[in-house]
């Protein structure tokens, strides 16, 4: 991930600022600082981090789905936190709801984190605090529960979910339950018998009782516990009673010593029952443990911010879990989906979506972000790190005539190619030049308009890297397709160079470039390429109807056989190591390429990650 910019520091950042120049929270102790004595960066993080102000943050994913782009705002805000001020990130799974979550979304969201760089491994990671699952903290918050129980925090309601949404009240007339003086003592015997199985799922609640006249619904008698008769993938069978949202998550970032608990803006009315149950916990607590309760528990500060949203994508993982249930796109990691598991097989990188999250910024207000800055932030990292390479997409074969004039017509010419003009030390490599080379059929016109300035009949181009060719002709089969382009070469044209002027004095000059690919099967590979295009042509899905599968672009996946050069089939020695493992390039006119998950030597799949911005005639004039 990129380092910090010296853009204005965002309101979290300044939070941190002032509460690190207040002491707020302390400094790292040999008891919290991490393994001082560890091997390498999480050792060394460790002796740095003794003394300095605490700083502890954590991404609390509920591991019911894949992650998305938006996810990835929250991971580089959080674990940025943490590198930046020298603490702690933790992975922390919000699994307190049985029925929605699998082992898969755990195994998924793990592979995401680490894929962002977020390191959350003590063991290895500078800023690793760990990873945790709520569901370890399940005895932890039923015995605070009872404890709020006792204190006359809390009780059990036997009014449906129904009944308790019906009494709920209206902003001017308070809520109600006839449960809400019941004795400590009987509410304690009942969520005994909850959690013991006496009872099926929704007979009871255990509710707090705050107020139930409060302007803020949030805080009317809220929910602590339901009953929920479901296997957990964590806790098996022995729970069957599960914690809800708010009485869980500030015990979870309580017990884990979280100082700046992050989360988005609709999170923010619920801040006050974040402060109250942890203010409830503490009540008759002393910081010293003496009294009926124990210690006094760590209270972190809840920070509201804004989510990551787009244009022409969906986020919400309710829409992201019916397009795979639907079969609108083929699972989770299909790289048209903007889950991280599909723009990383989109060929995305971790670099341009760290970049895109800086350039957005941290802000309180929700705002739509143009889908095209993501592109723009890959074609920007893509630009400076992806080798280039030739691929045809949409093969014709090109025959050049007079080959023979150079010598033995079979003959393999080998053309030096800079791998990265946009970094020197990424090298040269060979190309193979035939008699025979494929090249897009698009950049042939049997009756080209005036601006084409590509080959058409007595038309000359630059194959680049190649030669100078002139069109001579073309051979077409009975249904009057072209089948072959034939052309002649000018020898004094090697590398693509000018060649030298005529007996005239003029030099000769062409406006086109064209790439190719040898049409020799020993010298190309056979490819099958996939081409994306957004999944929805509006702009906000499902906006016009209220179902986004009415806005679905049915074009946007396209598949074509081409042909790719030799270097792209197994990697070379002069190809970029990437950290995940996916080899990405720049395919000449066309745009950047990954090699997909499905491909084989046998058979390479190549995926389009996004195209390239400039037209090649703009780059080509220059
Ligand atoms: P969704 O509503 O998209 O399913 P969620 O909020 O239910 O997402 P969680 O697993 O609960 O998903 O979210 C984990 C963390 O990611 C939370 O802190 C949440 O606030 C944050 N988050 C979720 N969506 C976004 C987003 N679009 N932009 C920034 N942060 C997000
Ligand atoms: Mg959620």
Redesign the pocket.
Same mark, same amino acid.
Not at 208 to 227: E, G
Not at 484 to 500: F, K, L, Q, S
Not at 527 to 535: K, N, P, S, T, Y
């Given at each position: 991930m990129p380092e910090p910019t010296d853009r204005p520091r965002h309101f979290i950042q300044q939070i941190v600022d002032a509460d690190i120049a207040s002491g707020k929270w302390g400094v790292w102790t040999e008891q919290d600082a991490g393994d001082t004595d560890a091997p390498g960066p999480a050792g060394d993080a460790a002796r740095a981090r003794l003394g300095k102000p605490r700083v502890h943050t954590r +991404?609390? &994913?509920? &591991? %019911? !789905?894949y992650?998305?782009? !938006?996810? @990835? /705002? @929250?991971?580089c805000? %959080?674990h940025g936190l943490a590198r930046e001020f020298g603490g702690k990130f933790n992975l922390r799974f919000?699994d307190t709801n049985p029925a929605k979550e699998e082992q898969e979304f755990v195994d998924s969201i793990i592979r995401d984190v680490k894929w962002l760089g977020a390191d959350f491994e003590p063991a290895t990671g500078a800023s690793g605090g760990g990873l945790f699952y709520a569901s370890n903290y399940f005895d932890t918050m039923y015995a605070w529960a009872i404890e709020l129980i006792r204190k006359g925090k809390a009780y059990v309601c036997e009014l449906s979910a129904d009944e308790v949404s019906k009494r709920r009240g209206t902003p001017t007339v308070p809520g109600t339950s006839p449960f809400r003086d019941r004795p400590a003592a009987e509410s304690e015997r009942l969520i005994a018998e909850m959690k013991e199985g006496k009872h099926p799922n929704g007979a009871m609640s255990v509710r707090a009782r705050i107020d139930l006249a409060s302007p803020n619904f949030n805080l009317r008698d809220p929910v602590l516990y339901r009953i929920v008769h479901e296997t957990h993938h964590n806790t098996g069978d022995t729970w069957c009673i599960y914690p809800m949202y708010d009485w869980a998550h500030g015990i979870e970032d309580s017990l884990e010593e979280i100082t700046h608990s992050?989360?988005?803006l609709?999170?923010e009315n619920h801040r006050p029952l974040y402060d109250w149950f942890i203010n409830a916990i503490n009540e008759g607590r002393a910081a010293d443990g003496t009294g009926p309760y124990g210690k006094k528990i760590h209270h972190p500060q809840q920070i509201e +911010? @804004? /989510? #990551?949203?787009f244009t022409y994508i969906i #986020?919400? /993982?309710?829409n992201?879990r019916r397009m795979v249930e639907e079969k609108i796109v083929h699972g989770w990691d299909d790289p048209r989906m903007p889950t991280l598991s599909g723009i990383r097989r989109r060929g995305y990188t971790p670099e341009a979506i760290a970049a895109l999250c800086d350039d957005v910024g941290v802000t309180k207000f929700d705002s739509m972000i143009d889908i095209l800055r993501l592109e723009n932030a890959c074609r920007d990292h893509l630009n400076r790190a992806a080798p280039r390479r030739m691929a045809v997409l949409d093969p014709v074969k090109l025959v050049i005539t007079n080959w023979a004039d150079g010598g033995d017509p079979s003959r393999v010419e080998w053309m030096e190619a800079v791998n990265n003009p946009e970094d020197e030390s990424a090298g040269k490599r060979k190309i193979p030049f035939t008699r025979e080379l494929f090249i897009e059929r698009d950049d042939f016109m049997e009756e080209p308009p005036k601006k084409f300035f590509r080959l058409a009949p007595g038309a000359e181009v630059r194959l680049r890297y190649g030669y100078w060719v002139r069109c001579t002709g073309v051979k077409k089969d009975s249904a009057g397709n072209i089948e072959e382009v034939h052309c002649t070469y000018d020898p004094a044209t090697r590398g693509g160079d000018n060649p030298p002027p005529g007996p005239d004095g003029v030099t000769r000059k062409v406006k086109g470039t064209i790439h190719w690919v040898s049409a020799d099967p020993k010298h190309s590979i056979r490819a099958e390429i996939r081409l994306f295009d957004r999944l929805f042509s509006a702009e906000e899905p499902g906006k016009r109807t209220g179902n986004f599968a009415d806005d679905l672009n049915p074009t946007s996946l396209a598949t074509r056989h081409g042909v790719l050069e030799p270097a792209l089939g197994a990697p070379g020695p002069d190809e970029p190591m990437w950290n995940d493992g996916i080899r990405r390039f720049q395919f000449e006119r066309l745009g950047y390429f990954c090699e997909d998950k499905d491909s084989t030597s046998a058979a390479p799949v190549f995926n389009r990650t996004v195209s390239l911005k400039d037209s090649w005639a703009k780059e080509a004039k220059a």
């Amino acid at each position: 991930m990129p380092e910090p910019t010296d853009r204005p520091r965002h309101f979290i950042q300044q939070i941190v600022d002032a509460d690190i120049a207040s002491g707020k929270w302390g400094v790292w102790t040999e008891q919290d600082a991490g393994d001082t004595d560890a091997p390498g960066p999480a050792g060394d993080a460790a002796r740095a981090r003794l003394g300095k102000p605490r700083v502890h943050t954590r +991404f609390p &994913p509920e &591991p %019911n !789905g894949y992650l998305h782009i !938006g996810h @990835a /705002k @929250a991971i580089c805000l %959080n674990h940025g936190l943490a590198r930046e001020f020298g603490g702690k990130f933790n992975l922390r799974f919000d699994d307190t709801n049985p029925a929605k979550e699998e082992q898969e979304f755990v195994d998924s969201i793990i592979r995401d984190v680490k894929w962002l760089g977020a390191d959350f491994e003590p063991a290895t990671g500078a800023s690793g605090g760990g990873l945790f699952y709520a569901s370890n903290y399940f005895d932890t918050m039923y015995a605070w529960a009872i404890e709020l129980i006792r204190k006359g925090k809390a009780y059990v309601c036997e009014l449906s979910a129904d009944e308790v949404s019906k009494r709920r009240g209206t902003p001017t007339v308070p809520g109600t339950s006839p449960f809400r003086d019941r004795p400590a003592a009987e509410s304690e015997r009942l969520i005994a018998e909850m959690k013991e199985g006496k009872h099926p799922n929704g007979a009871m609640s255990v509710r707090a009782r705050i107020d139930l006249a409060s302007p803020n619904f949030n805080l009317r008698d809220p929910v602590l516990y339901r009953i929920v008769h479901e296997t957990h993938h964590n806790t098996g069978d022995t729970w069957c009673i599960y914690p809800m949202y708010d009485w869980a998550h500030g015990i979870e970032d309580s017990l884990e010593e979280i100082t700046h608990s992050i989360c988005t803006l609709e999170f923010e009315n619920h801040r006050p029952l974040y402060d109250w149950f942890i203010n409830a916990i503490n009540e008759g607590r002393a910081a010293d443990g003496t009294g009926p309760y124990g210690k006094k528990i760590h209270h972190p500060q809840q920070i509201e +911010f @804004a /989510k #990551l949203l787009f244009t022409y994508i969906i #986020l919400s /993982k309710r829409n992201l879990r019916r397009m795979v249930e639907e079969k609108i796109v083929h699972g989770w990691d299909d790289p048209r989906m903007p889950t991280l598991s599909g723009i990383r097989r989109r060929g995305y990188t971790p670099e341009a979506i760290a970049a895109l999250c800086d350039d957005v910024g941290v802000t309180k207000f929700d705002s739509m972000i143009d889908i095209l800055r993501l592109e723009n932030a890959c074609r920007d990292h893509l630009n400076r790190a992806a080798p280039r390479r030739m691929a045809v997409l949409d093969p014709v074969k090109l025959v050049i005539t007079n080959w023979a004039d150079g010598g033995d017509p079979s003959r393999v010419e080998w053309m030096e190619a800079v791998n990265n003009p946009e970094d020197e030390s990424a090298g040269k490599r060979k190309i193979p030049f035939t008699r025979e080379l494929f090249i897009e059929r698009d950049d042939f016109m049997e009756e080209p308009p005036k601006k084409f300035f590509r080959l058409a009949p007595g038309a000359e181009v630059r194959l680049r890297y190649g030669y100078w060719v002139r069109c001579t002709g073309v051979k077409k089969d009975s249904a009057g397709n072209i089948e072959e382009v034939h052309c002649t070469y000018d020898p004094a044209t090697r590398g693509g160079d000018n060649p030298p002027p005529g007996p005239d004095g003029v030099t000769r000059k062409v406006k086109g470039t064209i790439h190719w690919v040898s049409a020799d099967p020993k010298h190309s590979i056979r490819a099958e390429i996939r081409l994306f295009d957004r999944l929805f042509s509006a702009e906000e899905p499902g906006k016009r109807t209220g179902n986004f599968a009415d806005d679905l672009n049915p074009t946007s996946l396209a598949t074509r056989h081409g042909v790719l050069e030799p270097a792209l089939g197994a990697p070379g020695p002069d190809e970029p190591m990437w950290n995940d493992g996916i080899r990405r390039f720049q395919f000449e006119r066309l745009g950047y390429f990954c090699e997909d998950k499905d491909s084989t030597s046998a058979a390479p799949v190549f995926n389009r990650t996004v195209s390239l911005k400039d037209s090649w005639a703009k780059e080509a004039k220059a």
